[in-house]
C-alpha cells in the first residue's frame, strides 16, 4: 500500500527518463497559444534550400558569422515544428509562423538563386495570403535575428539582408530579434527623432515593426558541456575568464571596460584575462569550460553572443553591460536573471574592477551551489542547442505575453 514511497518514486523518475521525457525544474513551462506554420514552399527556406548540395559551398567569412552566431532563425524553426499547440487549421491558430531565416538565405546568397529573389518571392506570398491580410501580419512573428536586417548607412547598405522598398511589410508585424528598445521609428514624441542604427545609445534605436519578440542568439556550438555536478565546477582552475582587446569593439564604453579588466589578471587569484587577437574555436571552448566565471563585457550593441557561450560551457556569467538587462536578456520578466548570472554596472566595474569582482571568488558554497543549479536550469530556456532546449515554447509565449494583438 505504500506508494508513495521513494522506491516507487525513483522507478517513475526512471521510467520518465527511459520514455526520453526532458527533465523540468523549479521553472514551469508558460502555455503555448495555438499556432499555425505557413506550408508554402516559397515561404519555407529548409525546403528552398533542400534541392542544392549545401555540403558543398565553401562559405565566406561573413556568411560563417551570421549562420553560427546572430541567426537563431532556423533554430527557432526546426523546433516550433514538434511543438505541441501546432494546429492545422488556420482558422484556429493565434499566431502564423514564416518558416523562412533570411538570416540563413541570406548566407547562401548566390545559391540556387539569389537571396533577394527568394526573400522577394516569400515576401509576395505572405502579403497574398488571407491569413496575412486578415490583420495586416499583426498575428505573424517572424524570427529575423541577423543583424544586417536594418543597417542603413552607406557602407553598410551592400551586407543589408532586407530590402529597403519592402519594409511596410513588416510595419504591423512582431519581429523575433535579439535587442529590443521598444521605440518605434515614428516615435517622436520623446522631442527627437529615433534613429536607423543600433550603435550605442541603444534607446533612441528605433524599430520599424508593431512589437519585438525578445529572443537568444545562438550560442557556440563547441563551448558545450553537459549538465556538471557541483563538485566538478568547484574545481575548474580558472576563476574570472575574459579574452580581448580594446580596440575590437564599437565605441568608447567598451574599450574603457577591456582597459580595466587587465590588471584583474595580476590581483585576482586563477584569472584568466587575455588579450590577442582570434583564437582557435577550440581554445576559446577550452578557455569557458575551465573557468568558473566569465566576464561579459558591454560590446557592439547591448547583445552579447558570449553569454550564452558562458551558459553553453557552464560558466557563470558576470555581466557588465547597463544595457543588457533593458534591452537584450530575453524573457527577463519571467526568468530570474539574478539567480544564475552577477550583474555589475559599468560604471562600478569601471572606478573599482578589483573591489567588486570579490563578489564572485568570495562567494559563499551554498550561494555558488545554487547559482549553477540556476544555470543549468536556465540554459534549458536560453539555449537553442540544448538537447531538452525549451527556447521555442518560451519564444512563441512571449509573443502572447509580450505582443498580444487582441
Ligand atoms: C513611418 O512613417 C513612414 C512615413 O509616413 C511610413 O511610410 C512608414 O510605414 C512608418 N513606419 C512604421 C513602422 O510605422
Given at each position: 500500500m505504500d506508494t508513495g514511497s521513494p522506491c516507487s518514486l525513483s522507478l517513475s523518475l526512471l521510467l520518465a527518463v527511459a520514455a526520453g521525457a526532458p527533465s523540468r525544474g523549479a521553472v514551469v513551462d508558460p502555455n503555448v497559444a495555438p499556432f499555425f506554420i505557413y506550408p508554402e514552399p516559397e515561404l519555407n527556406t529548409a525546403t528552398l534550400l533542400e534541392v542544392c548540395n549545401l555540403a558543398q559551398i565553401q562559405l565566406d567569412l561573413h556568411r560563417i558569422h551570421a549562420t553560427h552566431y546572430v541567426i537563431a532563425d532556423a533554430e527557432f524553426i526546426k523546433h516550433i515544428e514538434p511543438l505541441e499547440g501546432r494546429v492545422e487549421d488556420p482558422a484556429a491558430a493565434s499566431w502564423f509562423v514564416i518558416p523562412f531565416s533570411v538570416g540563413l538565405s541570406r548566407a547562401y546568397d548566390g545559391v540556387c538563386g539569389s537571396h533577394l529573389d527568394r526573400l522577394n518571392q516569400a515576401l509576395d506570398v505572405l502579403e497574398s495570403s488571407p491569413w496575412f491580410q486578415r490583420r495586416q501580419g499583426r498575428d505573424h512573428p517572424w524570427v529575423t535575428m541577423s543583424h544586417w536586417m536594418f543597417l542603413k548607412t552607406k557602407r553598410s547598405y551592400p551586407m543589408q539582408a532586407f530590402p529597403?522598398?519592402?519594409?511596410?511589410?513588416?510595419?504591423?508585424?512582431?519581429?523575433?530579434?535579439?535587442?529590443?528598445?521598444?521605440?518605434?521609428?515614428?516615435?517622436?514624441?520623446?522631442?527627437?527623432?529615433?534613429?536607423?542604427?543600433?550603435?550605442?545609445?541603444?534607446?533612441?534605436?528605433?524599430?520599424?515593426?508593431?512589437?519585438?519578440?525578445?529572443?537568444?542568439?545562438?550560442?557556440?556550438?563547441?563551448?558545450?558541456?553537459?549538465?556538471?555536478?557541483?563538485?566538478?565546477?568547484?574545481?575548474?582552475?580558472?576563476?574570472?575568464?575574459?579574452?580581448?582587446?580594446?580596440?575590437?569593439?564599437?565605441?568608447?564604453?567598451?574599450?574603457?571596460?577591456?582597459?580595466?579588466a587587465k590588471p584583474l589578471m595580476s590581483v585576482i587569484p586563477g584569472a584568466n584575462i587575455l588579450g590577442g587577437g582570434k583564437v582557435p574555436a577550440e581554445t576559446y571552448a577550452e578557455e569557458l569550460q575551465s573557468s568558473k566565471f566569465c566576464l561579459i563585457l558591454q560590446s557592439d550593441d547591448p547583445q552579447i553572443s558570449r553569454f550564452y557561450d558562458a551558459l553553453a560551457a557552464g560558466c557563470i556569467p558576470v555581466v557588465v553591460n547597463d544595457e543588457f538587462?533593458?534591452?537584450?536578456?530575453?524573457?527577463?520578466?519571467?526568468?530570474?536573471?539574478?539567480?544564475?548570472?552577477?550583474?555589475?554596472?559599468?560604471?562600478?566595474?569601471?572606478?573599482?574592477?578589483?573591489?567588486?569582482?570579490?563578489?564572485?571568488?568570495?562567494?559563499?558554497?551554498?550561494?555558488?551551489?545554487?547559482?549553477?543549479?540556476?544555470?543549468?536550469?536556465?540554459?534549458?530556456?536560453?539555449?537553442?542547442?540544448?538537447?531538452?532546449?525549451?527556447?521555442?515554447?518560451?519564444?512563441?509565449?512571449?509573443?502572447?505575453?509580450?505582443c498580444s494583438h487582441d
Open positions: 529597403v522598398a519592402r519594409f511596410g511589410v513588416l510595419r504591423n508585424m512582431v519581429l523575433g530579434r535579439y535587442a529590443t528598445s521598444r521605440l518605434g521609428i515614428n516615435d517622436t514624441v520623446y522631442g527627437f527623432r529615433p534613429t536607423l542604427h543600433w550603435y550605442s545609445p541603444y534607446l533612441g534605436y528605433g524599430e520599424q515593426w508593431r512589437c519585438t519578440l525578445l529572443l537568444p542568439t545562438k550560442s557556440f556550438q563547441l563551448a558545450w558541456l553537459a549538465d556538471m555536478p557541483f563538485e566538478d565546477w568547484r574545481r575548474r582552475p580558472v576563476s574570472i575568464y575574459f579574452r580581448g582587446n580594446p580596440r575590437q569593439v564599437w565605441g568608447r564604453r567598451g574599450d574603457d571596460l577591456r582597459d580595466k538587462l533593458l534591452n537584450a536578456a530575453p524573457f527577463a520578466d519571467r526568468l530570474n536573471y539574478l539567480g544564475f548570472a552577477l550583474h555589475i554596472p559599468e560604471s562600478q566595474f569601471s572606478d573599482f574592477p578589483a573591489l567588486v569582482m570579490h563578489l564572485t571568488y568570495n562567494m559563499q558554497e551554498a550561494r555558488l551551489r545554487s547559482m549553477l543549479a540556476a544555470l543549468l536550469e536556465a540554459r534549458q530556456i536560453l539555449l537553442w542547442s540544448h538537447p531538452q532546449s525549451r527556447t521555442a515554447a518560451w519564444a512563441l509565449s512571449e509573443a502572447s505575453h509580450t
